[in-house]
């Protein structure tokens, strides 16, 4: 084969990818638009749109380079040649990391995710010691030599906006109060050295978020303003500067945000300095590029396998009907895959499992849902994996495992940041008959609930073992074998029986579709102890009647998109 062919793949790969990066930055210069004219659907459409755009970009690159090589595109060594020459193509590239990823899903999809060795495709990065030097910096500086109120008042003016302010001078005074308020001990203004705001504003659902920080002699302190939209009036809402809260606005169970990124990796460089609690990875996946995310996620794991020895093992809770799940306690994630049979009570099919998991990657998760990773045929070290885990896989799955001398390679499977389940956090409050945190749990479960049906997502299967309290104390939904759209259910009474005896039978008295659904039956998720009981019908005893679920039904089903932000009301200033 002559040599002009791996240049002209390599400069075609190039093409696709170029195309993808264009229209992915269309999309998302399209967010201050449709926030500014308050577009909410739309909105979500676009951040779904955009989500989907990778595979349909991808595909037409692979079927590209079918066209012109024919079955040679599964030759091996002509990939050796692909990527030297597809690596000379990207050294000018303030993008590089995410042209690499890009070639890598063209090779995976074409050899079907085997045989990834670092000869063939970018297991390590070419550019992981380039710096990117970008033509605009990340950042505005600002200095407080004019006084506070001048700087916040150059901060707000250079967001950019097409829209006026609701009553800036109160939006000023509020953020001076805040300051005052909310900073360190030992922090003063006249410390301060300068603030830092990054140029692009982030987009989000019915929010705009101001980020950066402030530099004093202390140290750096992370901020985030966000601003919402009052009938084309702008306004800040509030401020956000604990570094714990303003990671759980870049949190992995929120949509991804809308932000014009022209260099990623300075750009996460910038936003790990603000929260460095936040892995490369996930503050990749939190700006949209959730191809990339997983590229960082696969390289930190390699490299956590290489320097701990702990064993791969059976996820502490209750074994799942429909997925089982195993995890390294050394790492903060757990690994899901698909039983061969379910339970005979699981009206589900794997096919069906993997659409709802694919219907939370493109939903709004309102920071209740966990956010998902998908492998195909990963490799995990025979020596590390438990014999109980083995055993167990073996008898669930056996046609997603391939056992070898050294390695077991699983055939497909979802990776998810771990929590600790809810009935366990429970058991654990109760047995402590701690009641304040028995009290903040339920309290938080019921809101996951409501929070969930005002995005149009029911649950399905509601019991504690399917939900899970995170290291910032929130529930978290993440069991997704049974969710369905809200509108598509059909919330009903249990009619009344005519005689005794069918009331007392085993099976219902009364006819029941797929799709019915009776909130009085929600009474056995809380038959687990009586405070708990007591404390959920306190806080959240509408949800055990139909009223509640249609009236949410018809507020979805009219279009109206509900606010829930990343932040507690009691957080907001007054107006």
């Not at 459409?45 to 755009?53: K, T």
């Not at 109120?149 to 953020?175: M, S, T």
């Amino acid at each position: 084969m002559s040599k002009e062919v791996p240049e002209r793949i390599a400069r075609e790969v190039l093409k696709h990818f170029v195309a993808y990066r264009a229209l992915f930055k269309a999309i998302t210069d399209t967010a201050q638009y449709r926030f500014e004219q308050e577009l909410w659907l739309e909105i979500q459409q676009a951040a779904s749109y955009r989500i989907d755009l990778y595979e349909q970009q991808l595909q037409k690159a692979v079927d590209s380079i079918a066209c012109i090589i024919g079955s040679d595109v599964y030759e091996k060594p002509l990939w050796k040649e692909i990527k030297a020459s597809y690596t000379g193509l990207l050294y000018q590239r303030d993008d590089s990391e995410l042209a690499e990823t890009f070639y890598n899903s063209i090779y995976c999809k074409v050899f079907k995710h085997r045989q990834l060795t670092d000869e063939y495709m970018f297991v390590r990065s070419s550019m992981a010691v380039r710096t990117v030097s970008s033509g605009n910096a990340i950042y505005r500086s600002y200095s407080i030599e004019q006084g506070l109120v001048a700087l916040i008042g150059r901060v707000l003016d250079d967001c950019g906006f097409n829209l006026p302010w609701e009553n800036k001078k109160r939006d000023i005074v509020n953020l001076v109060r805040y300051i005052q308020q909310h900073m360190p001990l030992g922090f003063d203004i006249s410390c301060m050295v300068n603030v830092d705001v990054i140029r692009s504003v982030f987009y989000r659902n019915k929010g705009a978020y101001i980020v950066g920080r402030i530099s004093y002699r202390g140290g750096d302190i992370p901020f985030v303003i966000p601003v919402l939209n009052n009938n084309q009036y702008v306004y800040v809402d509030t401020a956000i500067s604990d570094q714990d809260q303003v990671s759980i606005i870049f949190s992995f169970t929120r949509a991804y945000f809308m932000v014009s990124v022209d260099a990623p990796s300075n750009f996460v460089d910038f936003l790990h300095s603000l929260i460095p609690s936040k892995s490369i990875g996930e503050l990749y996946t939190s700006i949209g590029f959730y191809k990339q995310g997983k590229a960082e996620f696969v390289r930190d794991f390699i490299g956590h396998l290489s320097h701990s020895k702990d064993m791969f093992i059976i996820a502490p809770g209750v074994k799942g009907m429909v997925m089982t799940v195993f995890t390294l306690q050394s790492y903060p994630v757990v690994f899901k895959i698909i039983k061969d049979k379910f339970s005979s009570s699981k009206r589900v099919t794997k096919s069906m499992v993997h659409e709802r998991y694919q219907l939370v990657k493109r939903h709004d998760r309102v920071g209740r849902m966990a956010d998902t990773q998908e492998f195909s045929n990963l490799i995990l070290p025979r020596e590390r994996i438990s014999d109980a885990l083995l055993e167990e896989l073996q008898e669930v799955a056996p046609s997603s495992l391939v056992v070898e001398e050294k390695t077991v390679t699983i055939k497909h499977l979802w990776t998810e940041r771990r929590m600790t389940p809810l009935n366990i956090y429970l058991d654990k409050a109760l047995d402590n008959d701690d009641s304040s945190v028995i009290f903040h749990a339920i309290n938080e479960y019921g809101k996951a609930i409501k929070q969930l049906a005002a995005a149009n997502i029911f649950a399905g299967d509601m019991l504690f073992k399917n939900f899970g309290v995170t290291r910032h104390k929130r529930v978290v939904f993440y069991d997704y074998d049974e969710i369905m759209y809200l509108t598509e259910c059909n919330f009903r009474e249990i009619p009344s029986a005519m005689y005794l005896e069918q009331e007392m039978a085993a099976e219902p008295w009364y006819s029941v579709a797929p799709n019915d659904v009776f909130p009085e039956e929600f009474t056995a998720l809380t038959a687990c102890n009586v405070k708990v009981r007591r404390i959920f019908n306190e806080l959240h005893g509408d949800l055990l009647g139909v009223e509640f679920w249609q009236k949410m039904q018809k507020q979805v089903g009219s279009g109206e998109v509900v606010d829930i932000f990343p932040y507690r009301q009691m957080q907001r200033f007054t107006h």
